[in-house]
């Protein structure tokens, strides 16, 4: 039987994308292919004011942020970490992230849409994580999240 923390239920996936304020998007990818989602979701998140920090030692900085080779680097705790990795990959990926310290661990770890891993959902949600699998972050931030309100010059 899976742990009451892998969430499945739509109104605990609202309730994450509502208080989410701050994402940590593993794999993020750079806009030489806007239309890639581990691009375009992260731009998503922005667009709904959700603070991102991408993770990818492939790059330095992605939609105008610092972009962290680890987890680890990541300067502080975030609400969620956002996967974009294939499915044999989140073993290790769950690893390093029960290697940080128990305050910079996150309260959810999301994987994107056709990311599922079982075992290593049950091995963070035992750690006290809250766990999604298969389900897109930038579909449930559009759904349940108002967009950013626009920054405008102010008149003198």
Not at 7 to 18: D, G, N
């Amino acid at each position: 039987m899976l742990s009451p923390l892998i969430v499945e239920s739509e109104e605990e996936l609202k309730s994450i994308v509502r208080s989410a304020k701050t994402v940590a998007v593993v794999g993020i990818k750079d806009g030489t292919d806007p239309d890639a989602p581990a691009y375009h979701i992260p731009m998503i998140l922005q667009s709904r004011g959700i603070r991102i920090f991408p993770v990818n030692p492939k790059f330095q900085t992605v939609l105008g942020e610092r972009v962290y080779p680890d987890l680890a680097s990541v300067p502080e705790r975030v609400d969620i970490i956002d996967i974009f990795r294939r499915p044999d990959a989140i073993p290790a990926l769950a690893d390093e992230i029960l290697a940080l310290p128990p305050e910079k661990r996150p309260a959810v770890v999301w994987m994107q849409s056709g990311i599922k891993n079982d075992a290593a959902a049950q091995t963070l949600a035992e750690a006290g994580i809250r766990v999604v699998q298969d389900h897109c972050l930038g579909v449930y931030s559009a759904r349940y999240r108002l967009p950013a309100p626009e920054t405008t010059p102010r008149k003198s």
